[in-house]
């Protein structure tokens, strides 16, 4: 599997770039799909990275058996079947990865909750079940916006429509990842902490997309970029 990694990495970079390029920063369906995906590769690639070193560690592990003997060959056959289970657990795990997910996953979802027969205690529980998910959404940190709700005054029932947005989450967790990287590798100032300049820079994209609709002027997006960049020094 070590081809699969090694082009699982160069998807990465690639991914990686689109997510700085302002083309991708103003066009909000390009931002949101390789959001997505950069969190579904960095999934892969905390498997793929310890993958790749084990088959390494494999391989110098058979070549030095050859050269030694005695005890220090037994313990490195010790070694050898250490470093192959890890490689069959690691492969196994990748393997789950790489499978194709649901394509729907990380679409908004129309939530509808209607009241049915069964009386005024159906009616509650159906006025009560909205609440429940809409605790769930907030647990996941996804953005809810109310299409349309509707109560009855004679029976209690009620109707909501919710639309359940994963986008801004997505998001956020690509971001918090790049910002995490940079300040690991002391390109990004540790001034503020990773989850916090990633809902920054969120509001920032989410406020140029909007932006770019109105008034796509590429020099103004690009400078309102630098402004919002310069929280990274």
């Known amino acids: 599997m070590l081809e699969q990694v090694e082009a699982l990495e160069v998807e990465y970079a ?38 790749r070193e084990a088959y390494g ?6 070549e030095l058996v050859e050269m030694v003997d005695g005890s220090e060959r037994d313990q490195f056959r010790l070694e050898i079947g250490s470093l192959e289970l890890e490689v069959e657990r690691l492969e196994e795990e990748l393997r789950g990865l790489l499978l194709p997910g649901d394509p729907n996953d990380g ?3 129309i939530l509808e909750v209607r009241g ?4 005024e205690e159906a009616n509650l529980f159906a006025r009560d079940l ?6 769930f959404a907030a647990g996941h940190r996804w953005s809810v916006e109310p299409l349309m709700a509707r109560a009855a005054a004679e029976n209690c ?3 909501l429509i919710d639309k359940i947005v994963h986008n801004s989450a997505l998001l956020e967790d690509a971001l918090a990842l790049l910002v995490e990287r940079g300040q690991a590798g002391g390109e990004i100032s540790q001034k503020w902490g990773a989850r916090s300049l990633a809902r920054f820079l969120g509001a920032c994209i989410q406020g140029m997309s909007a932006r770019a609709k109105m008034d796509p002027n590429r020099d103004a997006l690009q400078a309102i970029a630098d402004i919002a960049l310069s929280a990274l020094d």
């Open 107 to 109: 679409r908004p979802v």
């Open 57 to 62: 560690d494999l391989e110098a592990a058979h």
């Open 130 to 135: 909205p609440e429940m998910y809409l605790a």
């Open 157 to 159: 029932s009620s109707q």
């Open 116 to 119: 049915a027969e069964g009386g």
């Open 14 to 51: 690639e991914v990686e770039a689109q997510l700085a390029d302002p083309a991708v920063i103003g066009d909000s369906d390009r931002l949101r799909d390789a959001g997505r995906r950069f969190k579904k590769l960095d999934e892969m690639m905390a498997v793929g990275r310890p993958l």
